[in-house]
């Protein structure tokens, strides 16, 4: 979500967003891609369209572009080139709508997944211990960890926001973020936080996870008290409920992350070590970050408020 929920939460909704117009006019040609065109060619298009936004925007191409290389700093020479970024990132982008909309339409059908490190996520359950996945902050990746817990009988039972979706007005939230969440809960069930939410989601999931369930969270922000640590050049704020449910009820955490593949993604599970510093736990999870956005930048948004340029914020001192 390219917005702090926490502020989001605390003031009124708009009925209409300028957004609302955006997806109003891209989401019925991601249902025309999804039920028209061959998967090979939805890429192709979502590709050559990509291209076309960035072309049509140059500003808005220009502030991805300067925003990236400034939090990226001098590992911008390992990843990405800052040319191709903004284009990359739309069409990531359009690909992940386009899965949901193929999925609205056809719940049996699947991308192509390439899946590492499943082996000790099974071991863990077949041991009898919850499951704590804690998704990289990448859209995509959430959305193809759900599938691919479906289809091996994992049961996802995912931490989501009542704000989830792509919309922050009321028309748009009823339209599209409910769209999307019936898509998505066909692969497994949400568990809703929200101001008033929060504390009944929480005891749901270290339930689920007491019983041997599977629980996933996104590693956002949205906390009190945030994990401050420096990101690249920039700096990133996490959130700790993750690895804090999994000591708590005994599973065993699992860091996911997704990038692209030749034929279609791969989807990697990565044991992590649950410290009696839970901010050694959060900083393990910001390295695997780092080194995914190297690895595949296009997965990621500098979009989110999660991370910003310059070193992070000194701690206020108590007078």
């Known amino acids: 979500m390219g917005r702090d929920l926490a502020a989001i939460g605390s003031r009124p909704l708009a009925l209409v967003e300028p957004g609302d117009l955006h997806l109003a006019i891209t989401e019925p040609a991601h249902f025309v891609f999804a039920r028209v065109l061959s998967d090979g060619m939805a890429r192709r298009v979502a590709s050559w369209l990509a291209r076309l936004a ?64 499943a082996e000790a996520v099974e071991e863990a359950r077949a041991a009898g211990r919850g499951i704590v996945l804690w998704f990289l902050p990448q859209e995509a990746t959430v959305t193809l960890s759900r599938l691919v817990c479906h289809d091996r009988g994992w049961r996802l039972h995912h931490m989501s926001h009542e704000l989830h979706g792509p919309s922050r007005s009321r028309l748009g939230i009823a339209i599209f973020n409910q769209r999307d969440c019936r898509i998505e809960t066909q692969f497994g069930p949400r568990l809703v936080m929200g101001p008033d939410r929060t504390a009944g989601a929480l005891a ?116």
Do not use: C, N
């Open 204 to 319: 749901e999931a270290e339930a689920v996870l007491k019983d041997g369930g599977t629980v996933g969270f996104r590693g956002i922000s949205w906390a009190r008290r945030p994990l401050v640590r420096p990101f690249f050049a920039g700096h990133v704020s996490l959130a700790l409920g993750a690895p804090a449910m999994a000591r708590r009820s005994g599973a065993a955490l699992f860091a996911v992350a997704g990038s692209h593949s030749d034929e279609g993604y791969l989807l990697r599970f990565e044991a992590l070590t649950i410290e009696e510093d839970l901010t050694r736990t959060g900083e393990a999870f910001i390295g695997l970050l780092e080194r995914a956005v190297l690895k595949d930048a296009a997965f990621w948004s500098v979009y989110q408020p999660q991370w910003q340029p310059g070193p992070p914020p000194e701690p206020a001192v108590a007078e």
């Open 54 to 117: 960035t072309a049509l925007r140059p500003a808005k191409a220009r502030v991805l572009r300067e925003r990236y290389s400034a939090i990226l700093g001098p590992a911008v020479a390992e990843a990405l080139d800052p040319e191709l970024y903004p284009s990359s990132l739309i069409e990531t982008q359009l690909r992940h709508r386009t899965m949901l909309a193929q999925l609205g339409a056809r719940p049996t059908w699947r991308p192509k997944i390439t899946v590492e490190g």
